[in-house]
């Protein structure tokens, strides 16, 4: 095998290995990267031929272009070729609109998704481009060392979008391409090396010919083997270098805790410190909106609850309490070991009405979620698995790649109903809580803090001003529902969200959250499931279509408050709902005489 094709074998492997790392991300892993593999083979093999011309390096990148383009029509569009091969105009419409719904595709799933068209494209294309530029500098320029940068980026992407899903070993295959690489450029240039340098006459006799004897034959023995050694040490030091670097990468990650990332920080994989680790932020609204516009509603939760009425049982994942301009996202927080019981609600004061409920949750095998679903606010959580508990969201949370997939546990909560006079005459919250909950970005467009002042002209209280923006949202304000419109939770989404009035609960949650903090009421984005549907005698099912997105609002001596400002979605709690004109004469809404203002009893 000659050192070009040897190279370009090294730079196939090196790419495949590479690439190896996006497997994760998808649900169907071996497809895509086969295609990838196989057209990075055929360009190989292109570049081989045309190096052999006089013009070998621009015909060969040239020759491989066209061809790439060949086979990703024949792979994508064939019915807009010529022949099934030769792409026509329409072709790279097609091929271009593939792309968009590819880019849109990756915003609505979340890891791993699923292998649609555009995905796939973007894939086997992404991989594609990166192995040709790896060709180019390895194997038409002979620069192996600077091909580790693209090598680098396709890793980077992989690790980047995998939230957690990429492991070391991924890096590892990575790096072995990589050294492989590099000590097959090495060999080939020490190769050409010998051959310039060396010439017949490192086989040959010494300078003075047959007269020179018995020890001239033997002084060119010694050279022959002096210089043998000489060609052969750089090539032994490349592979020494490389079995230690692939040692380090072996033995650094086991011995270093914080190589990591993803969904929690590896300072919590401690496997039971009751304070150690975090939570960072994440996204988990990716996959919200194509969940609503599944052409089938596939159960995801069933549940059994003692609670006299489902229509509050919100099954909350976590809380968004971050919002940066671009998204909202969970805040980076501390986790500890799950306590049993948890903790006291924050803010709930004794005097507030509620009822311990309990419910016992089943989640289907392939709904695989790294935050437990859970009635708000949780009081014992019975599950098996390793699962941290986060304060300030009230959440279950994941350890070492811990999902919900078929997970069966048992939740006790607390079904809390104030009154519209106790969330009216609130105190004020304590400063710390107001700063976190009131920020928003400087990004924010004027008109949304403009238009929650118009809405909520009038209203004497925080709870007033929030049941207003509930009200417009809901009824007063013309909005549509339609889970069709572009999601979006950024600055810019909300400004059109305002202005065109169409959205899903997505748009409605963050605008509501969103005009709350303009002014200065502490709120709060939830991501979960409504209530579902009852199939028996105190049993429901909850589908993949009831994913929901609401804003919870908080009142000191009553906490986190869940409004509802999504038309024809969701449920709008007793408290949330406008108070009705009454003969006597008061508005005030007396707690149902079953609900207990003492303290909740411990769960057992």
């Given at each position: 095998m000659s050192g070009g094709t040897r190279l370009t074998a090294a730079a196939w492997l090196a790419t495949v290995a590479a690439a190896g790392a996006l497997t994760p991300l998808v649900d169907e892993p071996v497809g895509w990267l086969a295609q990838a593999a196989l057209v990075l083979a055929v360009l190989g093999a292109v570049g081989v031929m045309a190096r052999r011309t006089p013009l070998a390096r621009p015909l060969t990148l040239l020759a491989q272009?066209?061809?790439?383009?060949?086979?990703?029509?024949?792979?994508?569009?064939?019915?807009?070729?010529?022949?099934?091969?030769?792409?026509?105009p329409a072709s790279f419409e097609q091929l271009w609109l593939l792309l968009g719904q590819?880019?849109?595709?990756?915003t609505r799933f979340a890891t791993p998704a699923p292998v649609t068209d555009g995905i796939r494209l973007l894939l086997v294309a992404g991989v594609v481009l990166i192995g040709l530029l790896v060709d180019l500098l390895a194997v038409t320029f002979r620069a192996a060392a600077p091909?580790?940068?693209?090598?680098l980026a396709l890793y980077s992407v992989a690790a980047g979008l995998g939230q957690g899903d990429i492991t070391w070993l991924w890096f590892l295959a990575a790096a072995a391409g990589y050294l492989l690489l590099l000590l097959a450029e090495g060999r080939d240039r020490v190769t050409r090396w010998g051959r310039v340098f060396g010439g017949p006459s490192l086989g040959g006799p010494a300078r003075g010919g047959p007269a020179a004897g018995g020890a001239s034959?033997?002084?060119?023995?010694?050279?022959r083997a002096e210089t043998s050694n000489r060609l052969s040490s750089p090539v032994r030091t490349g592979r020494r270098i490389g079995a230690a670097a692939l040692g380090l990468a072996l033995l650094v990650p086991a011995l270093l805790p914080s190589l990591g990332g993803g969904l929690l920080d590896p300072a919590n994989n401690t496997g039971g410190n009751p304070v150690g680790g975090t939570v960072t932020a994440v996204n988990p609204l990716v996959a919200l909106q194509d969940s609503l516009n599944q052409p089938e509603n596939r159960t995801v939760l069933t549940y059994i609850t003692n609670a006299r009425d489902n229509q509050d049982m919100y099954l909350r994942i976590v809380a968004l309490d971050q919002f940066d301009g671009t998204a909202w996202k969970p805040a980076e927080r501390r986790i500890q070991a799950v306590p049993d019981p948890l903790p006291a609600v924050p803010g709930l004061s004794p005097d507030v009405a509620r009822r311990l409920n309990v419910t016992s949750i089943e989640a289907a095998d392939w709904y695989k979620q790294n935050w437990l679903p859970m009635p708000y606010p949780a009081q014992r959580v019975e599950i098996d698995g390793r699962w941290r508990f986060e304060p300030e969201g009230r959440t279950l949370v994941g350890d070492h790649r811990q999902t919900t997939a078929g997970a069966a546990y048992t939740v006790a909560s607390l079904s809390v109903r104030p009154t519209a006079e106790q969330l009216k005459n609130a105190p004020e919250p304590r400063p710390s809580l107001v700063g976190e909950y009131t920020s928003v970005p400087e990004s924010l467009p004027e008109v949304v803090a403009e238009t929650a002042r118009e809405v909520t002209a009038g209203a004497g209280s925080d709870y007033e001003r929030a049941l207003a923006l509930q009200e417009w949202f809901a009824r007063e304000g013309g909005f549509r529902y339609d889970t069709q419109v572009r999601a979006g939770s950024g600055s810019a989404a909300i400004a059109r969200f305002l202005e065109q009035r169409e959205g899903f609960c997505v748009h409605f949650a963050f605008s509501m959250a969103a005009m709350s903090r303009t002014l200065g009421i502490p709120a709060r984005v939830a991501v979960g499931f409504t209530p579902g549907t009852r199939t028996g005698t105190g049993v429901y099912e909850v589908g993949i279509q009831d994913a929901h997105a609401w804003p919870e609002v908080y009142f000191e001596g009553v906490g986190w408050t869940r409004f509802e400002p999504t038309p024809s979605r969701g449920n709008v709690p007793d408290y949330a709902r406008p108070a009705l004109p009454d003969p006597s004469g008061t508005d005030e809404t007396e707690p149902e005489p079953e609900d207990s203002t003492a303290p909740a009893p411990t769960p057992t």
């Open positions: 272009l066209v061809t790439a383009l060949v086979l990703v029509t024949v792979l994508f569009v064939p019915g807009t070729a010529l022949g099934g091969m030769i792409p026509l590819g880019a849109d595709d990756v091909a580790g940068l693209p090598l034959s033997g002084g060119a023995s010694a050279s």
